[in-house]
């Protein structure tokens, strides 16, 4: 169980802050394909014919998510995009690199929704003293995730950013957890962790000690919530379960 109050909040991505789960993602890496493919030519390079291009990027792609299933440890896509482009005589700088990654998620991040009150939701979390963090399972460079964040408006009060791609094991394992709260300098039983996925974000998070929110709304099936677990609907419910939380664990001291 949570040992006391709540003085930070750790949110996964995906699902959570910025929802995906409407997206036709094959389209939208299509899209994102010709981008990256007319980046390259506008960097004086030849990627070759766009159709070629597309089809041995997406099978790449499969392949390695594949894998990724198999040894439990997410890809870094940009360094993908690196060694595949130096195979092909592409030698870019680094923030070409990382513009490159940026036009192909792109497409994806302007179809993306959020909840109309999120910017105002996690700006009141910060007011209330709390250090926010992000801990997600992901593939796409932080450098693409964080310029999205920017653009919400939301960046600046979530320094705390661990994409599980930078790491040799990634959600449900107990670790990336216990990474999460070493890097925003809490103690497990005074963070609270809130995720879309009951087997992903709620279950690992409280084992290793975590208060849970559970955004229940975003996930089907009737599975058993952990006892003690805040289920909402809406991230901007987020600052009435903090304060009804931090009240009881004051008057269980009293």
């Not at 506008?42 to 198999?70: K, N, Q, V």
């Not at 890809?75 to 995009?81: K, P």
Request: with cysteine; net charge positive.
């Amino acid at each position: 169980m949570p040992e006391g109050p709540i003085k930070a909040v750790l949110f996964d991505l995906g699902g959570t802050l910025i929802c995906y789960n409407h997206v036709n993602m094959l389209a939208a890496f299509w899209r994102g394909a010709k981008a990256g493919h007319d980046y390259l030519r506008s960097c004086r390079y030849d990627p070759g014919p766009y159709t070629w291009f597309a089809l041995t990027s997406i099978l790449r792609l499969r392949w390695e998510l594949l894998r990724s299933r198999w040894t439990g440890r997410d890809m870094d896509v940009l360094g993908l995009f690196k060694t595949a482009g130096l195979r092909r005589g592409i030698d870019l700088t680094d923030a070409q690199w990382g513009q490159l990654a940026w036009v192909w998620y792109e497409p994806l991040a302007r179809v993306a929704r959020t909840e109309p009150q999120l910017t105002q939701t996690i700006q009141t979390l910060s007011q209330m003293g709390l250090q926010l963090g992000i801990l997600s399972n992901t593939f796409i460079p932080a450098i693409c995730l964080d310029r999205h964040l920017s653009e919400l408006g939301i960046l600046e009060y979530i320094p705390t950013r661990l994409y599980s791609y930078q790491y040799p094991f990634r959600k449900p394992d107990p670790r990336i957890f216990m990474a999460g709260a070493q890097a925003i300098g809490q103690k497990p039983g005074h963070i609270l962790f809130v995720g879309d996925r009951l087997d992903w974000d709620i279950r690992p998070a409280v084992v290793v000690g975590m208060h849970a929110a559970w955004l229940g709304s975003q996930t089907t099936g009737s599975r058993a919530v952990p006892p003690g677990t805040a289920v909402i609907k809406a991230i901007s419910e987020l600052p009435e379960v903090v304060r009804r939380i931090n009240q009881e664990c004051t008057m269980s001291y009293t």
